[in-house]
Nanobody, 123 residues
Framework: QVQLVESGGGLVQAGESLRLSCAASGRTSRSYAMGWFRQAPGKEREFVAA????????YYADSVKGRFTISRDNAKNWVYLQMNSLKPEDTAVYYC????????????????WGQGTQVTVSS
């Protein structure tokens, strides 16, 4: 299993940007897809973005497409989520996830989870 630690959350105003980072450790020699989920209070967990092991393919929820960008640096075992043009509805706890199967992540499932980082967007 992979251990994940997120950083970079915070409070911003609508229209501003944030970059979330996620450091992976543990069984990082095994190939795995990575992604981001989010969950707002009183709402269901939501898929945000995913990226394949090689980084050649990325996937996004419709709600963030064109505003968020996921990327990874396998040499340093990091994955990032660049969030631009943030909206109040983006407010949530964001979780970094990893799984050998990309399809599990796009179906809001994953073997490994980080502890989450709070993103709050004020209007």
């Amino acid at each position: 299993q992979v251990q994940l630690v997120e950083s970079g959350g915070g409070l911003v105003q609508a229209g501003e940007s944030l970059r979330l980072s996620c450091a992976a450790s543990g069984r990082t020699s095994r190939s795995y897809a990575m992604g981001w989920f989010r969950q707002a209070p009183g709402k269901e967990r939501e898929f945000v973005a995913a990226i394949t092991w090689t980084g050649s393919s990325t996937y996004y929820a419709d709600s963030v497409k064109g505003r968020f960008t996921i990327s990874r640096d396998n040499a340093k075992n990091w994955v990032y989520l660049q969030m631009n043009s943030l909206k109040p509805e983006d407010t949530a706890v964001y979780y970094c996830v990893a799984d050998p199967l990309l399809a599990r992540i796009t179906n809001i499932q994953a073997n490994s989870w980080g502890q989450g980082t709070q993103v709050t967007v004020s209007s």
